[in-house]
């Protein structure tokens, strides 16, 4: 099994859509989680962190699920401007180095 | 506010050649990594470094060096470019490995 499985889509959704990812690991001692958001040709860059309790940024909800061992991305009413690759990052605790996923892209559309 | 600057932006290498990208950050973080990432697929480890001094071995380190002189600069040296090596380069930096990391804009690297 991979240590982290993202669906890579791409996701087409319509503007003020509501859309959901989920991020798959596998090492169970998994201790940190964030989502990144890259846009084309250009660096990753934190959109946030991910919480067991989960947490909220505006549209964007991140969630965590221990049990099942997986984070989402929840993204309300989608402006054009959300179109872009989003990555999920863990951190296990042991390790020195963050583990990306490959991402999913998303592409919203008027 | 620099944050991780990585020079060059671009380059194109003939096989066999090498060259330095070069990374550099002011804001004091212990932790610096050197991925690359090619067309659609996501970012792969190649090299990090946990500190001044202190370098270690990523996912896909063949074909490359680096070294940590001070807490500044963390340069990745591509010896013998090989075709295999064309990709976008990302250099990052973080204060602990479990927070927040800050790329360079990348370097996008051609070797024909």
């Known amino acids: 099994r991979k240590e982290v499985e993202q669906d890579p889509g791409p996701f087409n959704v319509p503007e003020g859509a509501t859309v959901a990812f989920n991020c798959t690991y596998s090492n169970s001692a998994s201790q940190s989680f964030f989502w990144y958001r890259q846009d084309c040709r250009k660096e990753p860059k934190l959109l946030m962190s991910v919480y067991s309790s989960g947490n909220e940024d505006g549209r964007f909800t991140a969630q965590l699920n221990r049990a099942s061992q997986y984070i989402s991305l929840l993204i309300r009413d989608s402006k054009l401007s959300d179109s872009a690759t989003y990555l999920c990052?863990?951190?296990?605790?042991?390790?020195?180095?963050?583990?990306f996923g490959t991402g999913t892209r998303l592409q919203v559309t008027l | 506010n620099a944050g991780v600057t990585q020079t060059p932006k671009f380059r194109i290498l003939k096989i066999g050649q090498s060259m330095t990208l070069q990374c550099t950050q002011d804001m004091n973080h212990n932790y610096m990594y050197w991925y690359r990432q090619d067309p659609g697929m996501g970012l792969k480890l190649i090299y990090y470094s946990v500190g001044a001094g202190i370098t270690d071995k990523g996912e896909v380190p063949n074909g490359y060096n680096v070294s940590r002189s001070t807490t500044e600069d963390f340069p990745l040296r591509l010896e013998l470019a090989a075709p295999s090596q064309t990709s976008v380069y990302f250099c990052a930096s973080s204060p602990k490995v479990d927070t927040e990391a800050f790329f360079g804009q990348g370097t996008r690297l051609t070797v024909v």
């Open positions: 990052v863990f951190h296990t605790g042991t390790a020195s180095k963050l583990t």
